[in-house]
């Protein structure tokens, strides 16, 4: 529904732009002037659109609130933000371990999750500082919104730099659901945003400052998206290289000593830093998380020419249909050509749904039209060469791999963006039969996107759809979160042993993640693995009131545990069933 409304205002923009394109010119002027006076005061730029897209999302709290996790990966970075939050790097396996094993959860050597962990660090802050986790992703999207016009400062003028930084806010730090949930995405942008930010700045000047931000980048990246930081860096290493061989003597001599030496500094202090964290989680310097959790669990590979490697023995039958049953299916179908190819065309229009979109795709269209007239690729600047190698990198990047997210394709945000700018500049000077259509297109295309956030705003009374794209709803497990708060009020410990269907392959929500200090805490979620496996987990937590969860029931049904562990007395149980 989003989608068709975005396009019939393109399409009415257009419209307006070969009849009446001086329609509110007067109002765009001075919009125009005042924007250019913030502009040109560049610090201020970057202040103000990172305090806009905090602010933005802390208004929108009502219509969206602190999000309720729901995928299990959002899970496990709100473990590595509680391991974090309380001082340590992993935490130690507990001698309960297999029951509570569920996706993406390390258990050996170490308990932690197996996801990279610097999303984990900012969520980390944010319950450290102010309370809750998601005041970290709230911190990490006006961080990268910032990031990104100063990125855009170094590759264009300041008009358009802040406006980028605005449709940054609009686009990705709104209604996003990297603004909506614990999955990830601006942290990920924000590292590539350092990174092509400070490369024209090293080229101009050699400045310690912009060495540590692009070093800052690429560690960035190497701790979110490392494969796809690795395609992100390949085009960016070429371009230092071969500016460097243009230099001559004296000045490469002084790049190399400004620039270089303290730019692999900085990488070698991120790689030791990374080493120590793989050998504190398991044991071994060059084994992350993520390598040792799929060799553990998942028999099925990466990419489509891979074999499949040997089926772990499996201690729940939830946890074995997750993995034999939905990741494989997502392998056989990408087996054969055909296949393949229905695959790469669906994570395309993702991509192009939820970064682009039929505003930012305008402008494009526009310019590889051939638009404006006289127009030469011979005219494309190498910068923008370089940024149009970047995206195309990370997107093929994408396309290999079984699965894609929205989110592996953040390293190269602001480069999209960048580009869709330069776009937008190039077709400005658009004549039309004497009429400066160009103009209204591009003073058009940020009123769309305005337009289209009010509408956003008001979808639910409006009972306006979104299918995926920017403003996409994120995922909400709140029938979990209003069991676990009924939990925490009730009187001493509570343990909930969830029950699933026999054909539940566990791809929903998650229900069974904890706490980083599971012995503890207030709650305590566990499979359901029979009478006798339960008899032994109750009796481990001897003091805890214990529960039966049917999560297949709609709602969801919670109630006593029906076979008490031994000397329960019949008090725990007198309060009778508890139901969402």
Known sequence: MFL??????IVLALALAL????????WFDALERTFGNLARQHRLSIITVGLSAMSLRA?????????APSVHDEFCYLLLSDTFAHGRLTNPTSPMWVHFETPFILWHPTYTAKYWPVQGLFMAAGQVLMGHPFWGIWLSVGLMCAAITWMLQGWLTPGWALLGGF???????????????YWGGAVAAMGGALVLGALPRLKQEHRVRNVLLMGLGFAILANSRPYEGLFFSIPIAVALLAWLWKLKR??????????????????????????????RTTGNPLSPPYVVYERTYNPVPNFPWQPLRHTPAYHHPELKRFFLHMKTAFYDTSRTPAALTLKIL????LFWSFYLGVAFTLPLVLVLGGLPYGFSWKDVSPEAYLLLAVSAAVVLANMLP?????????????SILALVLLAMRSIRPLDWYGKTAGRFITRAIPLVCVLLLGLRAAAGPLHISAIPSWCAPAHSNTEREEILDGLMKRPGGQLVIVQYSPDDDITGPGWVYNRADIDSAKVVWADNMGSAKNKELIGYFKDRQVWLLNVDDNPPKLMPYPEAADGESSTRRQNGSMAK
């Open 19 to 26: 009849t009446v394109p001086n329609l509110g010119s007067r």
């Open 59 to 67: 208004a929108l709290l009502p219509i969206l609130p602190i999000p």
């Open 167 to 181: 449709l940054a806010v609009i686009r990705f730090g709104s209604f996003n659901y990297w603004a909506n949930s």
């Open 402 to 414: 079984i699965t894609y997210q929205e989110h592996y394709t953040a390293p190269a945000t602001s």
């Open 250 to 279: 004296p000045e490469f001599g002084y790049a190399l000593k400004s620039v270089v030496v303290p730019l692999l500094a900085v990488l070698a202090l991120t790689v030791v830093g990374m080493g120590y964290y793989f050998w």
């Open 346 to 349: 669906a994570k395309l229009a």
């Open 4 to 9: 068709a409304i975005e396009a019939g205002l």
